[in-house]
């Protein structure tokens, strides 16, 4: 099956620009183009498009992201350097979720405080 950049674009939650940015970024030299020069995207691709959307998700820069895709398309003799880079990335995921953590418990301090102060029943 073959998917426009619109059907994608709302499939993923992404403008059309933004996909196409991805793309001249070097975040998708696996979607295939028709003779007229439109991206045509396959199931195959939007697996990828989803992997790409979670690592953006959780922080890692395109650069990084571009780097991995290189490292895939030269095949199996990557593939400790990006079992790596994914390890790397799984810690700074976890430290960002352990931040956030501790930002919740202040926020939800504050609304503690500010519940008491409007009187209103906890």
């Known amino acids: 099956m073959s998917y426009t950049i619109s059907q994608v674009a709302e499939k993923f939650d992404l403008t059309a620009h933004t996909i196409r940015y991805y793309d001249k970024e070097g975040l998708l030299p696996f979607v295939d183009r028709s003779k007229s020069g439109i991206r045509e995207f396959s199931d195959s691709d939007l ?10 998700n959780t922080g890692m820069p395109i650069k990084q992201i571009k780097q991995y895709i290189e490292w895939c398309l030269q095949g199996d003799e990557t593939l ?18 352990a931040d956030l953590r501790e930002n919740l418990k202040i926020i939800d301090f504050k609304l503690k405080m500010y519940d008491t102060g409007c009187n209103i029943p906890t």
């Open 47 to 56: 697996e990828w498009l989803k992997l790409i959307c979670c690592l953006k």
């Open 80 to 97: 400790e350097i990006r079992r790596q880079l994914f390890l790397d990335h799984r810690k700074e995921v976890l430290k960002h979720m």
